[in-house]
């Protein structure tokens, strides 16, 4: 299994500002995925990180945007920019873990953009 | 494309009532498939996994049923408490990708 943690767990920002939130995981996994979730709305994956590589980016999301770092197997941050009140949402690590490729995620960190 | 649907949207029930939760997928070629739960402002809890080679899987009042063929599973939560209300998220992961497609859930509320 993997235990998850997130900081912080809940913001409030302004409408231009930027905000990083860091995920850390209790074990090594090669594959980090971070997701958003809008307001009444299941999961849309923003990328995947892997140690060592550049981010993949899904569909609708660029990395101007949602800048990703992935220093170790251990940890990821996800970076909001330029923020604006379409941002507000959870937002969620995820891993996979183990030999039956179980998916974890994090406890989520609540953005409001005001 | 995989296409995840889990009916109802939303379910309430009295307490002690089983539960059936529906998932539906239109893509057999599944590597595996989980359940997970999440409640209002949380992250999501895994609570049960089933293999594309498996036909169900249990863990205490939790039982998930996987027919591949149809692309069918089922959540059955036996006795319901008021703590099992909660967003229940069903997702799956294909053969051939990493990446999971989630259902949009269903709410259920558990009446005491």
């Known amino acids: 299994s993997a235990v998850i943690s997130q900081k912080p767990s809940r913001d409030i920002c302004q409408r231009g500002t930027s905000l990083t939130i860091q995920c850390q995981v209790d074990?090594?996994?090669?594959?980090m995925f971070w997701y958003r979730q809008q307001p009444g709305q299941s999961l849309t994956l923003i990328a995947t990180?892997?140690?060592?590589?550049?981010?993949?980016?899904e569909s609708g999301f660029v990395i101007d945007k949602f800048p990703i770092s992935r220093p170790n197997l251990t940890f990821s941050t996800l970076t909001v920019s330029n923020m604006s009140p379409e941002d507000s949402s959870i937002y969620l690590c995820s891993v996979i873990a183990g030999e039956i490729y179980e998916q974890y995620f994090g406890p989520g960190t609540r953005l409001t953009v005001t | 494309k995989q296409e995840v649907t889990q009916i109802p949207a939303a379910l309430s029930v009295p307490e002690g009532e089983n539960l059936v939760l529906n998932c539906s997928f239109t893509?057999?070629?599944?590597?595996?498939l989980q359940w997970f739960r999440q409640d209002p402002g949380k992250g999501l809890t895994s609570l049960l996994l089933?293999?594309?080679?498996?036909r169900e899987q249990t863990s205490g009042r939790l039982n998930a049923s996987l027919d591949k063929s149809s692309g069918r599973s089922t959540l059955y939560i036996a006795a319901s408490q008021p703590g099992d209300s909660a967003t229940y998220l069903c997702a799956v992961r294909p053969r051939n990708d990493y990446k999971l497609s989630f259902g949009a859930g269903t709410t259920v509320t558990v009446r005491a």
């Open positions: 074990s090594q996994v090669t594959m």
């Open positions: 089933i293999q594309s080679s498996q």
């Open positions: 990180a892997n140690q060592g590589s550049e981010a993949t980016y």
């Open positions: 893509d057999s070629a599944i590597y595996n």
